[in-house]
């Protein structure tokens, strides 16, 4: 199509997950993150909304430094010492708040990583501030630790994810579908795979290309019992 969408976006990160994209939402905390293994302390909280692409970041740090990762709400069952010998990553600290197993091993991990020379990430949807964590020696290491913060996804960056997502089912999409789909979805990379997915299945159970009219119709269910005539 003479409208097919390009992009001109910076180079992937040269530490792997080739398929990370940079933008102005993520390029801060992706600069903090190349930082490494400089980082102050040899520790770093990696902050954003859900749908920020923070894990996605994680697992290209994890990649680089062959870190470890676990979720925070495992920690509680975890053999900590097994994974004091190298680098690790805790995704959702958040979510631990209050539970005094899973914070206790944390605060262990955290002291045991650092004393062996490894460095760690942690994640969170906000500030260790805000966190509520009970464990007053875990709370002020947290606090004293560097923020790196994620925005959420720009425009540019949900619409090359949008293009991505259709390119890797093999669909080409017209310019005025991401313009249509870009002001009316969450600005979240999770609400983009999600909506590609419905595209997709709509336009496969109807026989019918995926563009800007089935759109319209999945954002107004009123329509989906309403075929188009569009070829």
Do not use: C
Not at 59 to 70: C, D, K, L, P, Q
Not at 87 to 114: P, Q
Request: glycine share 6%; no cysteine.
């Amino acid at each position: 199509m003479s409208d097919q969408l390009t992009f001109d976006l910076p180079a992937p990160p040269a530490q792997g997950a080739a398929d990370f994209l940079i933008t102005p939402s993520n390029q801060t905390a992706m600069a903090v993150i190349k930082t490494w293994p400089d980082w102050p302390n040899q520790k770093l909280v990696l902050v954003g909304a859900e749908g920020t692409g923070k894990t996605h970041l994680a697992h290209v740090w994890a990649e680089a430094s062959r870190a470890e990762i676990i979720r925070a709400t495992a920690l509680g069952t975890t053999v900590i010492e097994a994974l004091a010998g190298g680098s690790v990553v805790v995704e959702d600290v958040d979510r631990i708040a209050g539970d005094r197993a899973a914070e206790t091993a944390l605060f262990h991990l955290h002291n045991l990583v650092l004393a062996e020379g490894g460095w760690l990430l942690i994640t969170a949807k906000d500030a260790p501030s805000r966190w509520g964590v009970s464990l007053p020696d875990l709370r002020s290491r947290m606090e004293a630790t560097t923020v790196a913060r994620l925005d959420p996804p720009d425009d540019m960056l949900l619409s090359a994810v949008l293009v991505k997502l259709f390119d890797d089912r093999q669909i080409s999409v017209n310019a005025n579908l991401i313009d249509y789909l870009l002001p009316r979805m969450e600005r979240s990379l999770a609400e983009a795979a999600q909506l590609v997915e419905e595209l997709d299945r709509i336009a496969l159970a109807e026989r019918r290309p995926v563009t800007r009219a089935l759109a319209t119709r999945l954002f107004d269910p009123r329509q989906l019992d309403m075929p188009t005539n569009e070829g």
